[in-house]
Each structure stands twice: as C-alpha cells, then as structure tokens.
C-alpha cells in the first residue's frame, strides 16, 4: 500500500487476555519501529527491525510484550496477559533503511483500552 | 534531565504571525533530528529533517539545528488556524536507530 498500514485501529480487550497489533509497512520498507503513546505523552520507544531481526528490544516493557517480523515485511506486536497500564495507542513507523538520514513514516495507529 | 526536552504550551500566535518551536537534546551525539505534527487523535506527520548546523527551509517551515548548544527549532512563518496541533521533535541518538521523542509543543493560531 501508499503508507503504513496497522490494525486494528481499535481494540478493547479485558484484564489479563492477550492481544495481537499488526503492522504493515510500506512496501519495500526494510526497517520497522513500534513505538506507544499514551495519553498527553510523548512515544515511547517499543522495539526496532531491520529485516527480520530486532537489532534493538531495549523499549519493550516487561517479558509479557514481544514482537515479531516474518519475511522482511509485516510485524506482530502480542501483549499476553494484558494489564490496565497497557492501555496507549500503539503506533508502527517504518523507514526505508536504518540509517540514520531515513525518516520515519507512521501508521494510524492501534488505540488499545484494557478494561 | 529528560533526553529531548520540549515546552508543552500551549503556544498561542495570531494569524499570519511567525512560531516559534523549540528543542533541546542531552546526546552530543545525536545526528539526525525531526520535526512531526500531530492533530488530535491522529498520528505523527513527518514535517521536517534536518542534519547539519545551520537552517533548512521548505515552504513555510525553517529547521534550524545548532549542535554546540543542542537546540533545535522549527519555525513556522505566517502562521494558519490549519497549524494548531501538537509539534513533536524527535531525535535519532548515537546509540541506534530509534527516535526519542519530546513531549510535544501544543500550537494553537487564532484566527
């Protein structure tokens, strides 16, 4: 597609259920970010793929968020065992590259609510 | 200290007036640095990059980077009610590939 696409756009989901977030990023795209925002804060840094590896996790919060990249294109972000703090928009970036001259291009976003 | 430090305003201009955004990074050796805006409820919108010291326009918008006093700002001239949103400065650090981004500056223009 045009840009980066994420679904779903939202999702309310109980305490402690696991949830999936995809990610498709622009075609062509080798490096992939997740990143969370909360509410009236700025993103936080999730997780980075260049390909299919995850040259940098440092972000993801606690062993309950994992991620994953299968053939070079879409990503999986799970959150098992879902807890309120959870609660965040979850928004997926790609760039063509991962260099550091590559801009990031966002998706609209997944708005997660742990009720 | 926060590693990208934005005022969070709001900044209010009138119409047509100059805004003024500013940005402050504690990584010396941060390279590359963004500008987003970001509406309500929507997501980030790339405005502007920028690499080297000194200013870049485009449009409307000048990125100015100074990396001696690690600032970076974006001004908006002739300011539009279409401008009100949230400018988040972010910046690709020396360790890795992530952005870090600030708090985000609310503008808000009166008509």
């Known amino acids: 597609g045009a840009g980066v696409s994420q679904s779903p756009s939202n999702k309310v989901t109980e305490k402690g259920k696991d949830v999936e977030l995809r990610c498709d990023p622009i075609s062509g795209h080798t490096a992939l970010y997740w990143y969370r925002q909360s509410l009236g804060q700025g993103l936080e840094f999730l997780i980075y793929f260049q390909g299919n590896s995850a040259p940098d996790k440092s972000g993801l919060p606690s062993d309950r968020f994992s991620a994953e990249r299968t053939g070079g294109s879409v990503s999986t972000l799970t959150i098992q065992r879902t807890q309120q703090e959870d609660s965040a928009v979850y928004l997926c970036?790609?760039?063509?590259?991962?260099?550091?001259?590559?801009?990031?291009?966002f998706g609209d976003g997944t708005r997660l609510s742990i009720l | 200290q926060k590693e990208v430090e934005q005022n969070s305003g709001p900044l209010s201009v009138p119409e047509g007036a100059i805004a003024s955004l500013n940005c402050t990074y504690s990584d010396r050796g941060s390279q590359s640095f963004f500008w987003y805006r970001q509406y309500s409820g929507k997501s980030p919108e790339l405005i502007m990059f920028i690499y080297s010291n000194g200013d870049k326009e485009d449009g409307r918008f000048t990125a100015q980077l100074n990396k001696a006093s690690q600032y970076v700002s974006l001004l908006i001239r002739d300011s539009q009610p279409s401008d009100s949103a949230t400018y988040l400065c972010?910046?690709?650090?020396?360790?890795?590939?992530?952005?870090?981004f600030g708090t985000g500056t609310r503008l808000a223009v009166r008509p």
């Open positions: 972010a910046v690709r650090g020396s360790s890795g590939d992530k952005l870090t």
């Open positions: 970036a790609s760039s063509s590259t991962g260099g550091g001259d590559q801009p990031q291009h």
